[in-house]
């Protein structure tokens, strides 16, 4: 499959890698170990990408200039997306690679992303950090910066107790809890930037589309529902339980003591 792939060979330093368009990312065909994706390298737009690379043959570190994806590989490009290369040809990475019907959505219209958490429907605005329950005026909502307690930094998630009654988070004495919470749910959401990257980029002071073909764009999401059982609490009400009968005999000594003080 790796040989199927398309190659691009740097013009100046004759050095060839692999154009991966399922990862996005170039990986030296020499070293294929060595790998830059959206994330390692730096977006110059339609004149494609560029990248340091550290290059054995001259013991030193070269700029990679790589061009567009669609121009490298327009028949994965199109078969990715479901175009046909006649079309891709006309396009420009970022117009293929993010939504823009979502992106005149959330720019030019104003519209925030949304997500359903608990059956619920919350605004995703991370310019000033919060998920805000639609139609409820009780509270302002769920802060971002409450969640990173919970961030899940493997899968990129935050992962939290939630208490559909409040719109908030769950809010339990975790270290005395015995049995699962009956009226809180555990759910997984996606994190802050890739809810609302355009938020995010705002907020840091960035260019709206900063970063998007990376994030991606999308306005509608679902939390995810994780059962009790799968969200790690089980170890938790494990050890409570075994503490248990040491927590009831130090409140019985309490109890003898203060009947002690009572009788002098």
Known sequence: MENELPIYRDPDYG???????DKFEFREKANPDKSYGLADITDLDEEGYCFDHFDKSTDMYVRITPPQFVT?????MAE?????IEEILLLTDFELMVDQKALTRRIKGGELPTIEIGGHIFYADVRIDLLRPKDVLSTMGIRFDDLDDWYVEDKNVY???YDPKNFEIGDREWDKILDYPIDLIF?????????DPV?????????????????GLRLDFKAE???WNKSGIDEIISENRRK?????????????????GRKM
């Not at 050095?15 to 368009?21: G, H, P, R």
């Not at 248990?244 to 002690?260: H, M």
């Open 244 to 260: 248990q009968p040491t927590r009831e005999a130090v409140k019985d000594n309490e109890r003898k003591e203060n009947k002690k």
């Open 225 to 227: 529902l994780v059962p």
């Open 15 to 21: 050095i060839e890698f692999i154009v991966d368009v």
């Open 187 to 195: 759910v997984e959401i996606p994190f802050a930037r890739t809810l």
């Open 80 to 84: 990715k997306f479901n175009k046909a």
């Open 72 to 76: 490298l590989a327009p028949q994965q």
């Open 199 to 215: 938020g995010w980029n705002r907020r840091n002071g960035w260019e709206d589309i900063e970063d998007l073909k990376e994030t």
């Open 159 to 161: 992962a939290f107790p």
